[in-house]
């Protein structure tokens, strides 16, 4: 029996994945906002081996959420899936940084253009050929990755994040 990959029934979205996916994956760890927390979880993925290569925590007055990527996305959804902590996983773009005097401008001005709105963006730890990255949420995904590809941003995959010049 053949599959159709056009067709997106019956396609399991984990299968379709790669480290050549256009998108990074964000994890998302739940958190009592208490002393000690964090520090239990970056202890608990590194421990297992897994390099974070970003990391930024939204908070409030009972709890945290903590938007991770780490470099191997299969292993560290393995590491959550078997410890105490509540998570969710999220698509989110990475785009390295223009050698261009403004950026950040060049990247948001494209996704101004196609209308998209950014809901946040946070650096990588990430170098490639002297340039840095960011990652960067959308409402649109799809539609925000296509048109930083035409207009020439450079997409930072899982793999990138394996090849990266200056933190392997």
Request: net charge negative; with cysteine.
């Amino acid at each position: 029996m053949s599959m159709d990959f056009g067709d997106e029934q019956g396609l399991d979205k984990l299968t379709a994945r790669g480290r050549e996916w256009p998108c990074l994956r964000q994890f998302g760890v739940f958190m009592e906002n208490r002393v000690g927390r964090l520090h239990d979880l970056m202890r608990h993925i590194e421990t297992h081996d897994l390099r974070v290569v970003a990391l930024s925590i939204v908070d409030s007055i009972d709890y945290a959420v903590a938007r991770l990527i780490v470099d191997h996305t299969d292993r560290a959804r393995e590491v959550f899936e078997l410890s105490n902590f509540t998570f969710y996983e999220t698509d989110i773009i990475g785009v390295a940084l223009p050698d261009t005097p403004a950026p950040y401008v060049s990247i948001f001005t494209a996704l101004l253009q196609a209308e998209q709105n950014i809901f946040y963006t946070y650096p990588l730890l990430y170098r490639r050929r002297g340039h840095g990255g960011i990652a960067v949420y959308t409402d649109d995904i799809d539609q925000s990755l296509r048109v930083l590809r035409e207009k020439g941003h450079t997409l930072i995959t899982e793999n990138s994040l394996q090849e990266d010049d200056e933190f392997l």
